[in-house]
């Protein structure tokens, strides 16, 4: 019984690290909705993290940002970001955190211009 409330207790806190996600801030923020389509997008990181790959989907169009000018393992990225119009945009992002663990994770915005 002990060895099985330990496995369970073990998995729960696996899941539950897995399941964090070490971004903290986004602009635009998650779910906003904007006037106009903006220049850049801005990730904010509760540690370092070195982005391998940020896409960015809108309608049926689907674009990688361009992460070249990172070096390293940093907390803040700004992101050069093509304007693609009105509607909905999905940013869906991977990287690899200071202690080499994969993340992922993403967020999402609107532009009503």
């Given at each position: ?7 369970g ?26 006037a ?8 904010r990181f ?21 992460l ?11 992101i ?32 009503k211009?």
């Amino acid at each position: 019984m002990r060895k099985t409330l330990m496995a369970g207790v073990m998995t729960l806190w696996a899941a539950s690290a897995w399941g964090h996600s070490p971004l903290e801030a986004t602009a635009p923020a998650h779910q906003a909705t904007l006037a106009g389509v903006p220049n850049e997008i801005v990730m904010r990181f509760d540690g370092n993290i070195r982005l391998t790959r940020v896409t960015l989907t809108h309608a049926a169009q689907e674009a990688d940002l361009d992460l070249t000018g990172f070096d390293g393992f940093i907390s803040n990225y700004t992101i050069p970001m093509p304007s693609m119009g009105a509607g909905a945009y999905f940013i869906e992002w991977r990287g690899l955190g200071d202690d080499g663990h994969p993340m992922k994770g993403s967020f999402s915005f609107t532009v009503k211009e």
